[in-house]
């Protein structure tokens, strides 16, 4: 483990530090802006590992604590989708992540009026904490899809760096819809994104959510899983629960039954949430940076594992859509038929 931490430090020394983060810092709703991390935190080991372990695919640990073994990367260009911000090194996932989001861009192009999907942060090549934007994404089931469409040409690598997010939120009304940019393909794409069994949960801003409480006229029986949550007004984060047989992944607790149109979204849309803290008399606490100590043991096995050969060897190689799921993939029923958004 030392020589590791040793090795990591020279990698840091050869690429400065504020070159990695850099880009990275480009943010979309309220990303956390921290300093550089500490050498040998957490943030900084992994944040330098630029390959996945070599062998199966295993999540150590909870969502915002926790490392992935055996990951593999979404292709930069799909037929539908596209990621983005590749300079981050983030598009590492396990495969079940990988597959979901290419099924979901392949779907919702076919289905639901939707051209394609903008993919933001999956995880880091072995998971585990970031140095900014993110608290969870730490063991490959978590990943952000853009609320923007994809649009028909491929984007240059800088423009995937410098595109700005588009905020569903009206600029000018406290968490209202601006629905000059909100379509009912966008209602259509989360729905969608809820409708398969291995998702647990949706992150999206309150505003969202309620929108589509009062708007969605098609099948709420999985609207339970849209959960309000801060920001989240230009992208939604999907969260996969542990696969079956993932020993050592933590799941989450369950979404409580029914749509989520309740008094805990009314919390949301209240003052509480968003009122700013009492001042205090006592200086700061200064938060104390996690080490890889203090992750599951087993993440320390992991920083240390062989790496894969290469990036190549280890992205996933998009398939044409098999003609079973296709068949099973029908247009979300609700609102208004599938048909081509604007694009933005």
Not at 81 to 91: D, E, F, P, V
Not at 146 to 156: D, E, N, V
Not at 250 to 266: F, R
Request: proline share 10%; charged share 20%; aromatic share 6%.
């Amino acid at each position: 483990m030392v020589s590791l931490l040793a090795r990591t430090l020279q990698t840091i020394g050869k690429v400065s530090l504020a070159t990695t983060i850099g880009i990275g810092l480009l943010a979309g709703d309220v990303l956390a802006q921290q300093a550089a991390p500490s050498p040998g935190s957490a943030k900084a080991v992994f944040g330098a590992v630029t390959l996945p372990t070599a062998g199966p695919s295993h999540s150590i640990g909870f969502y915002a604590k926790g490392c992935l073994a055996g990951a593999v990367a979404l292709p930069a260009d799909g037929p539908t989708w596209q990621a983005m911000r590749l300079s981050r090194n983030r598009r590492w996932g396990r495969p079940e992540m990988i597959g979901l989001l290419e099924r979901l861009a392949r779907d919702a192009a076919k289905n639901d009026g939707w051209p394609g999907l903008l993919v933001g942060d999956i995880s880091q090549p072995r998971g585990g904490p970031m140095f900014n934007g993110h608290a969870s994404h730490q063991i490959g089931l978590d990943a952000d899809v853009w609320l923007t469409p994809m649009p028909r040409h491929k984007l240059s690598t800088a423009d995937r760096e410098a595109l700005p997010f588009t905020s569903m939120l009206a600029k000018d009304k406290f968490l209202t819809i601006n629905d000059k940019v909100w379509t009912p393909a966008h209602a259509r794409l989360l729905m969608r994104a809820a409708s398969y069994p291995e998702v647990e949960r949706i992150f999206i801003n309150p505003a969202i959510k309620k929108k589509m409480c009062d708007s969605w006229t098609g099948d709420r029986s999985n609207l339970g899983k849209l959960r309000p949550e801060y920001g989240h007004d230009s992208h939604f984060h999907i969260r996969l629960r542990c696969p079956p047989g993932s020993e050592g992944c933590t799941g989450q607790a369950p979404v409580a039954a029914g749509d989520g149109c309740d008094k805990t979204l009314a919390w949301w849309l209240g003052p509480e949430p968003w009122a700013k803290p009492k001042p205090s008399t006592k200086p700061p606490v200064k938060p104390r940076e996690v080490m890889v100590s203090d992750l599951p043991k087993a993440c320390g096995a992991v920083l240390a594992a062989p790496a894969a050969a290469s990036a190549r060897a280890a992205t996933s190689a998009a398939k044409p859509a098999d003609a079973a799921l296709e068949t099973e993939a029908m247009p979300v029923s609700g609102n208004t038929p599938p048909g081509n958004i604007p694009q933005q």
